[in-house]
């Protein structure tokens, strides 16, 4: 089974700045995805970012980017220019390659307040 | 794409009741899933549908929960008798018949159920 820890459960960075959440996660498969969603209060969750296990180059999608080290089975979220609307809630996710339901592990999630 | 829908928004209920709740996922997705979330936590996996097969169930999912997708299209999630512990958020998300990483979870906003 697979166990996605998230260690920082609240955070907070000014406007503007730059500002790095923390996921380990464990696993026994070689394949595998890993994604970042976002929960804004009382909102959706939606999708910010995802990487494929196989590949080296880290996911980057606007002013978010990972970073993806495999060996140390660590999947960080650098967000970049934070802004006020980036206040949330952040999960990592992780996917096995050969989970047929395409079912996601969350971990326990990251509180982000960016403060003006 | 008018996105995961999921009616109620909030059930309060009382212990005991029963309660059920209803999600109309993206149209052409063909895969549906639930998942609860508590207060402060990442969802967990309840079951997941292919079509209107009910592929697996987490051991979550106690003899009082069911859940239905009949024509392969909205999906129903009952509580039976339900307790206290059962106060959570149930999510439900919906995703195209893909492999993983080319078909990420959409999310609906959840209904929110408090049993007193």
């Known amino acids: 089974a697979q166990t996605v820890t998230q260690s920082q459960p609240e955070m907070s960075v000014q406007e503007a700045e730059t500002v790095t959440l923390s996921c380990t996660y464990d696993t026994s498969e070689n394949n595998y995805y890993l994604f970042w969603y976002k929960q804004p209060p009382s909102r959706q969750m939606i999708l910010v970012i995802r990487q494929e296990a196989y590949k080296q180059q880290n996911a980057t999608e606007n002013r978010f980017s990972v970073n993806f080290q495999k060996a140390a089975k660590s999947f960080s979220l650098k967000i970049s220019d934070s802004q006020l609307g980036d206040t949330a809630m952040y999960f990592c996710a992780f996917m096995g390659a050969n989970n047929a339901g395409n079912m996601l592990t969350f971990g326990g999630g990251t509180r982000l307040m960016v403060k003006p | 794409d008018t996105g995961v829908s999921q009616n109620p928004r909030h059930k309060i209920t009382k212990r005991g009741q029963n309660v059920t709740f209803r999600c109309d996922p993206i149209?052409?997705?063909?895969?549906l899933y639930w998942y609860r979330q508590t207060l402060g936590q990442g969802p967990e996996f309840l079951t997941y549908?292919?079509?209107?097969?009910?592929?697996?169930k987490s051991r979550l999912l106690s003899d009082r929960f069911s859940a239905e997708r009949p024509k392969g299209s909205f999906s129903t999630l009952e509580i039976q008798r339900t307790e206290q512990g059962d106060s959570a958020m149930y999510l439900c998300?919906?995703?195209?018949?893909?492999?993983?990483?080319?078909?990420?979870?959409?999310f609906g906003n959840g209904t929110r159920l408090t049993v007193t």
């Open positions: 549908f292919q079509n209107e097969a009910q592929l697996e």
């Open positions: 998300a919906s995703s195209a018949p893909a492999a993983g990483y080319n078909s990420p979870l959409h």
């Open positions: 149209s052409e997705h063909n895969r």
